[in-house]
């Protein structure tokens, strides 16, 4: 059976000093997004694809069409929120996330070499990333929680564990501060599965962040939804 291990060498290094990566494709107006399909931008890292689509409150999350266009502008009517939906295509799955002002995606390497998706935001010291599995490797989802190993993130403390639903995906949330070579680092760790994936979904901050970030990334985690191929 597959062992997942989550390296905090690098994690916590990123947590301390940041990282570099690429910027947000732009500003975004207040309250109206203009329709300019044909200066929307996509980049590519390696096998995977980004691309940024305004987010859409008139419909609740996880029902954008998946047959538009992910470049396609659509205008906005909440004043909730300044953040891009981001569909980041990969080889395991499809992804959306709603990015939140001050978030961005970086390259997979810089959280970890098998992440689908990596995001960060700097100036609050957030990061979240997405890991997914085929579900065929696997003989049930119990089993593949059994699987991960979360010894390397420290000592753990402050545990707390709830049931979870969002955009299709379901599972465990985990909540903690883990401790190692003298950093605290809050972690929100949920293990969800969709239609075809069990995945893992990690955010963190530095543990004295905790209750300024906490809120943020619990947004940014339960905007993601994975899309059909």
Same mark, same amino acid.
């Not at 980049?43 to 992910?70: I, Q």
């Not at 995001?119 to 059994?146: G, I, Q, R």
């Not at 293990?191 to 809120?215: P, R």
């Given at each position: 059976?597959? /062992? ?25 107006? $207040? ?6 399909? !044909?200066? &929307? ?14 987010? *859409? ?7 954008? *069409? ?10 906005? @009517? ?5 953040? /891009? ?6 080889? %395991?799955? %499809?992804? /959306?996330?709603?990015?939140?002002? +001050?978030? @961005? ?8 070499? %098998? ?17 997914? &599995?085929?579900?065929? $490797?696997? $003989?049930?989802? *119990?089993?593949?929680?059994? !699987?991960? *190993?979360?010894?390397?993130? +420290? ?11 969002? %955009? ?6 985990? !909540?903690?501060?883990?401790?190692? $070579? +003298? ?10 599965? !969709? /239609?075809?994936?069990?995945? @893992? ?26 899309? @059909?191929?």
């Amino acid at each position: 059976m597959k /062992k997942f291990k989550i390296m905090t060498i690098l994690i916590v290094g990123l947590v301390i000093t940041g990282c570099s990566g690429r910027k947000v494709v732009e500003e975004v107006d $207040d309250d109206v997004y203009i329709e300019e399909t !044909s200066s &929307e931008e996509s980049s590519s890292y390696g096998d995977d694809e980004v691309f940024y689509e305004p987010r *859409d409150k008139s419909a609740t999350s996880g029902t954008l *069409d998946e047959n538009k266009a992910a470049t396609e502008e659509t205008k906005e @009517q909440s004043d909730e929120s300044k953040g /891009k939906v981001e569909v980041i295509k990969t080889k %395991n799955g %499809n992804f /959306k996330v709603e990015l939140t002002e +001050g978030w @961005q995606s970086v390259e997979a390497k810089e959280l970890s070499d %098998n992440a689908d998706v990596s995001l960060k935001n700097a100036a609050n010291e957030e990061y979240y990333m997405v890991l997914s &599995e085929a579900k065929k $490797d696997f $003989d049930s989802f *119990d089993a593949f929680k059994s !699987s991960v *190993d979360l010894s390397d993130l +420290g000592e753990i403390t402050d545990e707390k564990k709830e049931t979870i639903k969002y %955009n299709e995906l379901k599972g465990e949330r985990r !909540s903690f501060i883990a401790s190692k $070579d +003298g950093v605290e680092v809050y972690y929100i760790y949920d293990l969800v599965e !969709s /239609k075809d994936h069990y995945l @893992q979904c990690i955010s963190w901050t530095l543990a004295e962040k905790k209750e300024s970030n906490k809120a943020d990334l619990i947004k940014v985690m339960n905007s993601l939804a994975e899309l @059909q191929k």
